[in-house]
């Protein structure tokens, strides 16, 4: 038996920090994004991995960071364009809200500052750092997390990830060979499906949990253009990746971000895979990154 595990990426508007011009829409949807999809999450109990840019835990901060290796541009919307926006950059009580939720959600991380570890600008000492600050804050909340997610999925570093408490990562999907245009193709023939992805242990027992499926990468008229006839595409992939779970025993490994979230059609997409994640729960059990790794992971000898 298969399984399905939702990773969020928690990040507020820090996966734009680095944009020259930020997507308003994004940047303005996280917050209300992270308690839609908190919500849904209860509403259909599923338990899903939220990986946290640790700087959301942050109580205050004057923007500067003048010891991170990364140097202070990084920072200079956040002293500048953000700075009366401290609700963009920081976000302790939707962490509260998480923890505080009855869904047993894994709290994990997606570095201190959205970082991108596979960059080739990306020294060892600056993706040190920004594991070493993230589980910094989480060991002051007192969250034990030890799921990691690189931002966009850009692997680099991964060595480090053992040393700072970390057990399980998202790593890059499967490579996809068809085009778009294919893949909508054979959904509306009736033959495509997610990749399920297969859990791998590295010999330090550090554990890859590839991405399946993002859920919000079918966007624009190619969707617009579709929905009416076959219905969303996207909720149709997870269907059928939760058919392909139920008969063998790969990982359907979903994620977004809670900025995905910017309008209605974006809520009643991740609502109708929630749906159809709950009406399969009995074929399909629902994991979080966390569960996959403790399952996973080779039993310690005695
Ligand atoms: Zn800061
Ligand atoms: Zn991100």
């Excluded at 259909?44 to 109580?59: I, K, M, N, Q, R």
């Excluded at 242990?201 to 190619?222: H, I, M, R, T």
């Excluded at 997409?269 to 399969?280: C, G, P, Q, S, Y």
């Amino acid at each position: 038996m298969g399984s399905v595990v939702l990773s969020v990426d928690a990040e507020l508007a820090w996966g734009f920090v680095d944009h020259d011009t930020p997507p308003a829409d994004r940047v303005e949807s996280g917050r209300r994004g992270w308690r839609t999809l908190a919500r849904l999450c209860e509403e259909y109990d599923a338990p899903a991995t939220w990986a946290v840019v640790g700087h959301l835990l942050e109580d205050d901060c004057d923007g500067r960071h003048a010891d991170h290796p990364i140097g202070p541009g990084w920072f200079a919307r956040e002293r500048g364009e953000w700075a009366d926006r401290p609700d963009l950059t920081r976000g302790p009580e939707l962490v509260e809200r998480l923890r505080d939720s009855p869904v047993d959600h894994d709290i994990g991380c997606h570095t201190y500052a959205h970082v991108e570890f596979g960059a080739p600008g990306t020294t060892r000492a600056m993706a040190a750092a920004e594991l070493e600050r993230a589980r910094a804050l989480m060991d002051e909340w007192g969250i034990d997390g030890r799921s990691f997610v690189f931002p966009r999925n850009n692997v680099g570093h991964v060595d480090l990830l053992s040393d700072y408490g970390f057990e399980v990562y998202r790593g890059r999907r499967p490579v996809e060979r068809r085009s778009l245009p294919e893949k909508l193709a054979t959904v509306a023939v009736g033959d495509g499906r997610p990749p399920l992805v297969e859990p791998a242990v590295d010999d330090g027992g550090l554990v890859n949990l590839p991405a399946s499926l993002f859920l919000y990468s079918f966007e624009g008229p190619a969707l617009r253009a579709t929905k009416p006839v076959l219905g969303d595409p996207v909720v149709e992939l997870v269907e059928r990746g939760l058919a392909a779970a139920a008969d063998g025993d790969g990982v359907l490994h979903l994620w977004l971000h809670p900025n995905n979230l910017v309008d209605d059609a974006a809520v009643e997409r991740i609502e109708a895979v929630l749906r159809a994640i709950d009406e399969h729960r009995e074929a399909v059990p629902v994991e979080t990154m966390a569960d996959v790794a403790a399952r996973r992971r080779p039993k310690r000898v005695r």
